[in-house]
């Protein structure tokens, strides 16, 4: 089995939509309105 | 026409926002989606007798000998590979596709003014470089490690048990075999060590906890200080990185005590900059603590949760004004409520076409050309 690094140790497992809102939210605004949002396939969702 | 470069990706709303206020300002705002090459993008350049000649062409794109006053270099990407690359080819194409486009930065408007400059990027990046010369300047900086040395790491933690904090040099996202991971500044103590071997190959920064009454986010548009206090405290999910809750958090507007202020900017010249975002801690006792500073930070947070900053317009201000440019006499202030619906629309657009980068929350890492299309 491999090894896990200091950094990753350190680390959480984020969904894309967290990443996306956290990232969101220091640019302006934490969901955007209007900004599609999309799913796994690249699908535009609501 | 005027006309200023920005250097980017489609979610960088900052550029989109920015790029509205200068058009309705009378001045041409060119979006560069870097993450564009090679795919969709082409670009050459050549000789011709003692002339140079440069052309980028691409999805709304079509630079050929353009003159521009000032280049924002933003959100410079790195080219994006497509997938059906053979994996032996995969390696040398990508050297190949950064030195080329590393040449193209430089190539692409030599007397415009940046904001920032491209080469001191690269240094002043470095964290360790950033808290030796923050403390040479006398900016009080906490008790630091930065290190890949497991015994020297446990000892620091043991000095400063259960108040040590651990920073990754690059704070980005990355994709695991679970799905994605991000780390963020927390606290760290020594049954979170992974084995000596694991700590060796994996350096990060340590630090002592500084107690807070408050954080500064201080935007330096050349000289000036635009501080925003934040009140991380009194958000859970904020007391160690306020990142994590920006959405919750209170920001107001702050003063920066001219002294530490004068530091800053003594801080700016040395690494070469004109634009940063301090982050400084303000400890109960009222003292300022430098925790790092980042030549590319993020701003527009600042005037969303607190309209009194009209840090959107300002900034605009000093891109043209660096450039010797002004909007015209008795332009009024433009609020960031005013550009955002546009600025959307045009974000939205660049989603659809043009190539985005690895992940909405990172510096720059290099995937393929598929990956970035399915997120």
Not at chain 2, 325 to 348: F, I, K, N, S, Y
């Amino acid at each position: 089995m491999k090894k896990r690094t200091l950094r990753r140790c350190m680390a959480e497992e984020i969904s894309d939509d967290q990443l996306r809102r956290i990232a969101g939210s220091l640019q302006t605004d934490p969901d955007p309105e209007g900004v599609p949002t999309y799913n796994e396939k690249g699908e535009e969702v609501d | 026409m005027s006309a200023v470069l920005i250097l980017t990706e489609p979610r960088d709303f900052h550029a989109f926002a920015v790029a509205e206020v200068l058009e309705r300002w009378g001045v041409e705002p060119v979006l560069w989606f870097g993450a564009d090459f090679p795919v969709r993008q082409s670009a050459s350049v050549w000789t011709q007798g003692p002339d140079f000649h440069l052309e980028i062409r691409g999805p709304e794109l079509d630079l050929r000998d353009r003159r521009f006053h000032a280049v924002w270099n933003r959100r410079p990407a790195a080219p994006a590979l497509p997938d059906d690359l053979h994996p032996a080819d995969r390696e040398p194409a990508v050297r190949d596709c950064q030195h080329f486009v590393w040449s193209l930065w430089h190539l692409v408007a030599p007397s415009a003014v940046w904001v920032n400059p491209l080469a001191p990027i690269h240094t002043a990046i470095l964290k360790p470089l950033q808290l030796r010369w923050a403390g040479e300047i006398g900016l009080e900086i906490p008790p630091s490690l930065c290190s890949n040395d497991p015994q020297r790491i446990r000892e620091f933690l043991r000095a400063h048990r259960g108040e040590t904090i651990y920073k990754s040099f690059y704070q980005g996202s990355w994709k695991t075999e679970e799905g994605m991971a991000a780390v963020f500044t927390r606290l760290i103590e020594e049954p979170d060590l992974p084995e000596d071997d694991m700590i060796q190959v994996s350096p990060g920064i340590f630090q002592a906890r500084i107690p807070k009454d408050h954080e500064l986010r201080v935007t330096f548009l050349g000289d000036v200080p635009v501080a925003a206090r934040i009140r991380s405290p009194e958000e859970p999910r904020a007391a160690v990185d306020w990142r994590r809750a920006s959405s919750g958090l209170a920001v107001e507007p702050a003063e920066l005590p001219p002294d530490v202020a004068r530091k800053c900017r003594t801080l700016m010249e040395r690494l070469g900059i004109c634009f940063a975002a301090f982050d400084l801690i303000v400890t109960p006792d009222g003292r300022h603590v430098f925790l790092e500073v980042n030549p590319m930070g993020q701003f527009l947070f600042i005037e969303h949760r607190c309209p009194e900053i009209p840090i959107l317009d300002r900034f605009c201000r000093f891109l043209l004004d660096r450039a010797g440019l002004a909007p015209a006499a008795g332009t009024r202030t433009v609020r960031l409520e005013e550009v955002r619906q546009a600025a959307e629309e045009r974000m939205r657009a660049a989603t659809k076409a043009h190539t985005a980068t690895a992940s909405p929350h990172s510096d720059e890492t290099l995937t393929t050309h598929s990956e970035r299309e399915r997120r």
